[in-house]
């Protein structure tokens, strides 16, 4: 860690009140219009039982929102989310997210183009031209005039909810309760917009057959929508609200295209990760905008808002003083405890170069492995189990944070997961820092011991990088006990929960086990089993070969300690070792 990432900033947090402010405006704003379209909502569902019915409920329902306080709460309300959401998007310095992010940007972008021509039918009709904005006069018109307007109006309520579901899991999910209570408020916002489409078809079914078959009826509701001038007005209005609109979204985008095109040109920066990604963006990304970028994998549970801390990343240097933290983001920080070098990607918008490392594994969704294809029932196949465990992982938690302790294992967990991958094998479990993996489900088991050798080769190099770079964070260099043993085991693709992961069942893991537990007796990083070391060919004297019985099985095995890295040989040509 280079001082620069523990320095305090020389610039002020003057955009912490605004930011307070402008989180606080956006979710109360759309909570107010949630609010407002749950009643609504619960209005259309009373069209299952009579048109009149709706009507009748609206006088009750929508009274708070018919007077000029309500009016003017709900209006501002409105244009305050839709403008906050607009500025949203001018911040925003890339559109990669994840899928539910872009669909609750893209409708909320969406719902004003929408939104518009009902406004207009509704409340300019009303208020400026004296039309009766009647349940049967709606109905009507969407079901038997115009009835493009009523699949509109049909999708309208649809997105509206969608997009404000999906702000208000984003919202709730950090909280635990709602963990216990989301499949309630699933059904409850499924049924909700569902009996609100029932009543809209409904009351249109029944006044469309009214129309149809009573000719009085018919010609009473002939001009029921305003006379063909209101109409164009009203027509005229929409257009220019629309062409308004669409004009600010527009320019929206080009400030940021343009500001983008600019900033690349002049004034970019480097996001290094110590996965060895190099990001190259403009001055003004924020940690996770240069991730998603550069398809880097990084966790947000909260969307980026700050409301969680799952895109914390620890800062391991930086070109210059990094900005302090904001209001937001520090009382996220103070929550989980976090030392000085830890920060929150999504807020964190460096000034100059910064080095990183993401603290919480992303989920990545990968394509199905074709080798598992065959997997699906079990098959008995010979193959390479390597175990691994490291040394003194208890101690190494005392006197140290929880999320520095969770650093440092999560390097280890990742340098030997990362050394299982190169080489072809399958992670089975993870119980801790303890981690089983098999070789062999491609291949014959000679191919099956060797990768399991080199996998091992690797995390010893790795291991000793990683002392090196952590060597101011340990209080001991890492340590780490390896058991590698080969053998006919039944391996399937189990699916139990709804999770699918490689397991495997026989003696064969059982041995690895074992292996990696005599290691730490024995005081030597790596036991391998004689047949693995022929297999592999690491060299062997006869003095090295051991015979021992390993507890909780009969009989006696011949075993080859490692006490040496060279002592596995010089490893395949052309393998990452």
């Given at each position: 860690?280079?001082?620069a990432?523990?320095?305090?900033?020389?610039?002020?947090?003057?955009?912490?009140?605004?930011?307070?402010?402008?989180?606080?405006?956006?979710?109360?704003?759309?909570?107010?219009?949630v609010?407002?379209?749950?009643i609504h909502?619960?209005?259309?569902?009373?069209?299952?039982?009579?048109?009149?019915?709706m009507?009748?409920?609206?006088?009750?329902?929508?009274?708070?929102?018919?007077?000029?306080?309500?009016?003017?709460?709900?209006?501002?309300?409105?244009?305050?989310?839709?403008?906050?959401s607009?500025?949203a998007?001018?911040?925003?310095?890339?559109?990669?997210?994840?899928?539910?992010?872009?669909?609750?940007?893209?409708?909320?972008?969406?719902?004003?183009?929408?939104?518009?021509?009902?406004?207009?039918?509704t409340?300019?009709?009303?208020?400026?031209l004296?039309?009766?904005?009647?349940?049967?006069?709606?109905?009507?018109?969407?079901?038997?005039?115009?009835?493009?307007?009523?699949?509109?109006?049909?999708?309208?309520?649809i997105?509206?909810?969608?997009?404000a579901?999906?702000?208000?899991?984003?919202?709730?999910?950090?909280?635990?309760?709602?963990?216990?209570?989301?499949?309630?408020?699933?059904l409850?916002?499924?049924?909700?917009?569902?009996?609100?489409?029932?009543?809209?078809?409904?009351?249109?079914?029944?006044?469309a057959t009214?129309?149809?078959?009573?000719?009085i009826?018919?010609?009473?509701?002939?001009?029921?929508?305003?006379?063909?001038?209101?109409?164009a007005?009203?027509?005229?209005?929409?257009?220019?609200?629309l062409?308004?609109?669409?004009?600010?979204?527009?320019?929206?985008l080009?400030?940021r295209g343009?500001?983008?095109?600019?900033?690349?040109?002049?004034?970019?920066?480097?996001?290094?990760?110590?996965?060895g990604r190099?990001?190259?963006?403009p001055?003004?990304?924020s940690?996770?905008?240069?991730?998603?970028?550069?398809g880097?994998?990084?966790?947000?549970?909260?969307?980026?808002?700050?409301?969680c801390?799952?895109c914390?990343?620890?800062?391991?240097?930086?070109s210059?003083?990094?900005?302090?933290?904001?209001?937001?983001?520090?009382?996220?920080?103070?929550?989980?405890?976090?030392?000085?070098?830890?920060?929150?990607?999504?807020q964190?918008?460096?000034?100059?170069?910064?080095?990183?490392?993401?603290l919480?594994?992303?989920?990545?969704?990968?394509?199905?492995?074709?080798?598992?294809?065959?997997?699906?029932?079990?098959?008995?196949?010979?193959?390479?189990?390597?175990?691994?465990?490291?040394?003194?992982?208890?101690?190494?938690?005392v006197?140290?944070?929880?999320?520095?302790?969770?650093?440092?294992?999560?390097?280890?967990?990742?340098?030997?997961?990362?050394?299982?991958?190169?080489?072809?094998?399958?992670?089975?479990?993870?119980?801790?820092?303890?981690?089983?993996?098999?070789?062999?489900?491609?291949?014959?088991?000679r191919?099956?011991?060797?990768d399991?050798?080199d996998?091992?080769?690797?995390?010893w190099?790795?291991?000793?990088?990683?002392?090196?770079?952590?060597a101011?964070?340990?209080?001991?260099?890492?340590r780490?006990?390896?058991?590698i043993?080969?053998?006919?085991?039944?391996?399937?693709v189990s699916?139990?929960?709804?999770?699918?992961?490689?397991?495997f069942?026989?003696d064969?893991?059982?041995?690895?086990?074992?292996l990696?537990?005599?290691?730490?007796?024995?005081?030597?990083?790596?036991?391998?089993?004689?047949?693995?070391a022929?297999?592999?060919?690491?060299p062997?004297e006869?003095?090295?070969?051991r015979?021992?019985?390993?507890?909780?099985?009969?009989?006696?095995?011949?075993?080859?300690?490692?006490?040496?890295?060279?002592?596995?040989?010089?490893?395949?040509?052309?393998?990452?070792?």
């Open positions: 860690m280079t001082d990432a523990h320095s305090p900033s020389t610039r002020p947090a003057t955009g912490a009140a605004r930011y307070l402010a402008t989180a606080r405006l956006r979710l109360w704003s759309g909570l107010v219009i609010f407002y379209c749950l909502f619960i209005n259309h569902a009373a069209g299952v039982f009579l048109v009149d019915a009507d009748e409920a609206r006088i009750w329902l929508m009274f708070i929102w018919r007077g000029v306080v309500g009016q003017t709460v709900l209006y501002g309300a409105l244009f305050l989310h839709a403008g906050l607009l500025q998007l001018y911040r925003r310095r890339n559109l990669r997210m994840p899928p539910a992010e872009a669909a609750q940007l893209a409708f909320g972008v969406l719902v004003p183009v929408l939104i518009m021509e009902h406004v207009v039918s409340r300019i009709a009303e208020d400026f004296g039309i009766d904005s009647t349940y049967e006069r709606l109905v009507i018109r969407y079901w038997v005039e115009e009835p493009w307007h009523g699949a509109q109006v049909a999708l309208l309520l997105i509206v909810w969608v997009h579901c999906v702000g208000l899991h984003f919202w709730l999910r950090r909280h635990r309760w709602y963990a216990r209570t989301s499949r309630m408020a699933l409850a916002a499924v049924l909700i917009p569902v009996l609100a489409l029932a009543g809209f078809v409904s009351s249109g079914v029944a006044l009214k129309i149809a078959s009573n000719p009826y018919a010609q009473s509701t002939a001009d029921i929508g305003g006379t063909a001038g209101q109409r007005i009203l027509d005229a209005t929409e257009s220019w609200m062409l308004g609109y669409v004009a600010v979204v527009v320019g929206v080009g400030a343009l500001r983008e095109w600019r900033e690349r040109r002049f004034n970019p920066m480097r996001i290094r990760y110590l996965s190099d990001v190259v963006v001055r003004g990304f940690i996770l905008e240069a991730s998603r970028f550069a880097v994998p990084h966790s947000s549970v909260c969307g980026g808002r700050g409301r801390s799952t914390r990343v620890r800062v391991l240097a930086a210059g003083s990094l900005p302090e933290p904001e209001a937001g983001e520090r009382v996220t920080l103070d929550r989980i405890r976090a030392p000085a070098d830890i920060r929150l990607a999504c964190l918008r460096p000034d100059g170069d910064v080095t990183v490392h993401p919480v594994p992303a989920r990545v969704d990968r394509r199905r492995e074709p080798e598992l294809d065959s997997l699906e029932t079990g098959r008995e196949i010979d193959i390479a189990a390597l175990f691994i465990d490291m040394r003194r992982s208890t101690e190494l938690t006197n140290k944070l929880p999320y520095d302790a969770f650093f440092i294992v999560d390097r280890y967990l990742d340098t030997v997961l990362r050394a299982i991958r190169d080489h072809g094998g399958q992670v089975t479990s993870i119980a801790g820092d303890g981690v089983m993996a098999i070789f062999g489900l491609v291949g014959d088991i191919v099956a011991c060797q399991a050798v996998t091992s080769r690797a995390v190099r790795g291991i000793d990088r990683l002392n090196r770079e952590l101011d964070d340990l209080p001991w260099p890492l780490f006990g390896i058991g043993h080969a053998g006919i085991s039944v391996v399937g699916r139990a929960s709804g999770w699918a992961s490689v397991q069942l026989g064969t893991g059982n041995v690895a086990n074992r990696e537990r005599l290691s730490k007796e024995l005081g030597q990083p790596v036991i391998v089993s004689r047949r693995v022929d297999l592999a060919s690491v062997v006869a003095a090295d070969i015979r021992v019985e390993l507890n909780g099985r009969r009989g006696e095995i011949d075993v080859v300690p490692i006490a040496r890295l060279d002592d596995l040989g010089p490893g395949r040509v052309g393998r990452a070792a």
